[in-house]
């Protein structure tokens, strides 16, 4: 497994699409800090950088790019061929990958959202939305990890669910709330630094439950479909 790891990681920093990772935490930070410094009200400024931009934007993008990119690259490349003829278990090869995309995600996303919080209003709320975007960061990872192995077009498809679903029909659709990795990340952020900044309609368990669900789900899909896949790296 630490080979794979080895592997993913290598690729992933190797690719130019990890580039693609620093404008937006760049924009969150510098809002933020312009924000204080001209002395805006957290009031006004701290729901638009943090959840609008932080997690509604930064966060489900940043591992959009990172998630479809760990192993769907590998298969539209054909590099897939040699890590799968080694004799791993799938979940060998999925786990890792995995792991890579979430410790990235979050470590690209967790960051400046910290120190947005601490300066939007306290060391707690920034600690809050580090852990709470890990958590997201994880849910996504496997979302998206999963989406690239069902689809040719994850990107295109992670898109659709992050724009539309969360965040068109979950500003207008209270129903949509609940299915929403954005609306869990919040609560959670939310149970663990209480605000004024964060607000959701979705419950802290509810968010809990949801958030391991779908971790845990999009994983075993994702071994179950890899195992579909021959040395060619088609589906058979």
């Given at each position: 497994?630490?080979?794979?790891?080895?592997?993913?990681?290598?690729?992933?920093?190797?690719?130019?699409?990890?580039?693609?990772?620093?404008?937006?935490?760049?924009?969150?930070?510098?809002?933020?800090?312009?924000?204080?410094?001209?002395?805006?009200?957290?009031?006004?400024w701290g729901p638009?950088?943090?959840?609008?931009?932080?997690?509604?934007v930064v966060l489900?993008?940043?591992?959009?790019?990172?998630?479809?990119?760990?192993?769907?690259?590998?298969?539209?490349?054909?590099t897939v061929v040699?890590?799968?003829?080694?004799?791993?278990?799938?979940?060998?090869?999925?786990?890792?990958?995995?792991?890579?995309?979430?410790?990235?995600?979050?470590?690209?996303?967790?960051?400046?959202?910290?120190?947005?919080?601490?300066?939007?209003?306290?060391?707690?709320?920034?600690?809050?939305?580090?852990?709470?975007?890990?958590?997201?960061?994880?849910?996504?990872?496997?979302?998206?990890?999963?989406?690239?192995?069902?689809?040719?077009?994850?990107?295109?498809?992670?898109?659709?669910?992050?724009?539309?679903?969360?965040?068109?029909?979950?500003?207008?659709?209270?129903?949509?709330?609940?299915?929403?990795?954005?609306?869990?990340?919040?609560?959670?952020?939310?149970?663990?630094?209480?605000?004024?900044?964060?607000?959701?309609?979705?419950?802290?368990?509810?968010?809990?439950?949801?958030?391991?669900?779908?971790?845990?789900?999009?994983?075993?899909?994702?071994?179950?479909?890899?195992?579909?896949?021959?040395?060619?790296?088609?589906?058979?």
């Open positions: 497994m630490s080979t794979v790891t080895w592997i993913t990681a290598r690729g992933l920093f190797g690719r130019r699409r990890f580039l693609l990772l620093l404008p937006l935490p760049a924009l969150l930070l510098a809002l933020a800090i312009l924000s204080r410094s001209l002395g805006v009200d957290p009031g006004q638009a950088v943090l959840v609008g931009l932080g997690l509604a489900p993008v940043v591992s959009l790019i990172i998630g479809t990119g760990v192993l769907g690259a590998e298969i539209d490349d054909g040699h890590i799968l003829t080694k004799p791993l278990p799938r979940w060998q090869i999925v786990l890792p990958k995995l792991a890579v995309a979430t410790g990235v995600s979050a470590a690209t996303v967790a960051v400046p959202l910290y120190v947005a919080g601490v300066l939007a209003h306290s060391v707690r709320l920034g600690l809050a939305l580090a852990a709470a975007s890990a958590l997201g960061a994880l849910a996504y990872s496997a979302l998206f990890l999963a989406l690239s192995l069902l689809t040719r077009r994850p990107v295109l498809l992670g898109l659709v669910y992050v724009l539309i679903w969360e965040g068109l029909l979950g500003r207008f659709v209270d129903g949509t709330k609940v299915l929403s990795v954005q609306q869990w990340v919040i609560a959670l952020a939310d149970r663990m630094a209480p605000t004024d900044l964060l607000g959701t309609t979705v419950s802290v368990p509810v968010a809990g439950v949801l958030t391991a669900l779908l971790a845990a789900g999009c994983t075993v899909l994702a071994v179950d479909r890899l195992r579909s896949f021959s040395v060619a790296g088609e589906t058979s």
